[in-house]
């Protein structure tokens, strides 16, 4: 049984910083990745990191966001630097397991970039 709880949402100023951090267990886990969906859009990719340290960002993040994760703890964490108000959105954590290629989501949290 997976579960996944996610953490470290919230409200902040534009310029700000935010660290969002995902929790999984019951499984090893490959690809891991935050997604975000805000208001009157589709969910998008905001950055995905393998088991192996390789990471993806969407454009719009790039040089502002980090992604990380520590496999002793099957964590995944989002470091969010130089926050703009178009930041804002529910943030999902998504994980993959390393035996099958089911995919589970996290129960989102929201990020608000307001001054």
């Known amino acids: 049984q997976v579960q996944i709880v996610e953490s470290g949402g919230g409200l902040v100023q534009p310029g700000g910083s935010l660290k969002l951090s995902c929790a999984a267990s019951?499984?090893?886990?490959?690809?891991m990745a935050w997604y975000r969906q805000a208001a009157g859009k589709q969910r998008e990719l905001v950055a995905a990191i393998t088991r192996g340290g390789s990471t993806n960002y969407a454009d719009s993040v790039k040089g502002r966001f980090a992604i990380s994760r520590d496999n002793a703890k099957n964590t995944v964490y989002l470091q969010m630097n130089s926050l703009k108000p178009e930041d804002t959105a529910v943030y999902y954590c998504n994980v993959q397991k390393v035996i099958g290629t089911t995919n589970y989501w996290g129960q989102g949290t929201q990020v608000t970039v307001s001054s």
């Open positions: 019951g499984s090893i886990f490959s690809t």
